[in-house]
């Protein structure tokens, strides 16, 4: 199994930058896709970035050119780096590791979570 610990969060005003790190314990996350989700009040969750087991990413259309998602395997860490942030971007964040075969999905790891909060 994998844990996954998320650290980062906070209080920041508009504008203003955040970066959370997940740490993940218990596997080599380099086999893992990796993604930072989010949830905020009365919304449902939704994927902020995804950076897959080969390196590539994506990002929902809201946060692109703002977030950015990096892995380092070596250290069994995914970090999300938050520009320009707005209200709209509280929420709970969460990081999420997977494994995927032949369409489905085989793990499925959860972070519990760590407050964005983005006011003046």
């Known amino acids: 199994q994998v844990k996954l610990v998320e650290s980062g969060g906070g209080l920041v005003q508009p504008g203003g930058s955040l970066r959370l790190s997940c740490a993940a314990s218990?596997?080599?996350?380099?086999?893992?896709?990796m993604g930072w989700y989010r949830q905020a009040p009365g919304k449902q969750r939704e994927l902020v970035a995804g950076?897959?087991?080969?390196?590539?990413?994506n990002y929902a259309d809201s946060v692109k050119g703002r977030f950015t998602i990096s892995r380092d395997n070596a250290k069994n860490t995914v970090a999300l780096q938050m520009n320009s942030l707005t209200p709209e971007d509280t929420a709970v964040y969460y990081c999420n590791a997977k494994r995927v075969a032949w369409g489905a999905t085989l793990e499925d790891y959860w972070g519990q979570g760590t407050q964005v909060t983005v006011s003046s």
């Open positions: 218990g596997s080599r996350l380099s086999i893992y896709h």
């Open positions: 950076i897959r087991s080969g390196g590539s990413s």
